[in-house]
C-alpha cells in the first residue's frame, strides 16, 4: 500500500472535492482518496493505492474532474499537509 499526497489547485468547494475524488478513486488500484481543501488556495490531496500512480494518470484524472492541476510544494498558499510535516511524493 503506498500514499501519495499532491497539492492541486483550482478547488474552490465540497463540489470540486467530490468531482476529484471520484475520479481519482475509478483509478486502478485507488483505495482511498482525502481532500484537504483550500478554497482558491493548494489543496491537499491524498491518494492511498495498491501501487504506486503516475503522474500522468493523476494529472489526467483531475483534468476529468474540471480545471485541476498538480502544483510544487511551495507554489500558492501552503497547504496544511505540508504545514504539518507529512510526506509529499508527486
Known amino acids: ?8 489547485t483550482g478547488m474552490t468547494c465540497e463540489h470540486c ?6 475520479e481519482l478513486e ?7 482518496v482525502a481532500v484537504d ?7 491537499a ?8 500512480l503516475s ?5 489526467a484524472a483531475l483534468d476529468e474532474a474540471g480545471d485541476y492541476r498538480i502544483t ?3 507554489e500558492g498558499p501552503a497547504t496544511t ?3 504539518a510535516g507529512l510526506p509529499v511524493i508527486n
Do not use: C, I, Q
Open 1 to 8: 500500500m503506498t500514499s501519495a499526497v499532491y497539492h492541486v
Open 17 to 22: 472535492a467530490r468531482a476529484v475524488t471520484t
Open 26 to 32: 475509478a483509478l486502478d488500484g485507488v483505495s482511498d
Open 37 to 43: 481543501l483550500v478554497p482558491g488556495g493548494t489543496s
Open 45 to 52: 490531496v491524498t491518494v492511498a493505492s495498491g501501487r504506486p
Open 55 to 59: 503522474l500522468k494518470d493523476v494529472e
Open 72 to 74: 510544487e510544494p511551495g
Open 81 to 83: 499537509a505540508s504545514r
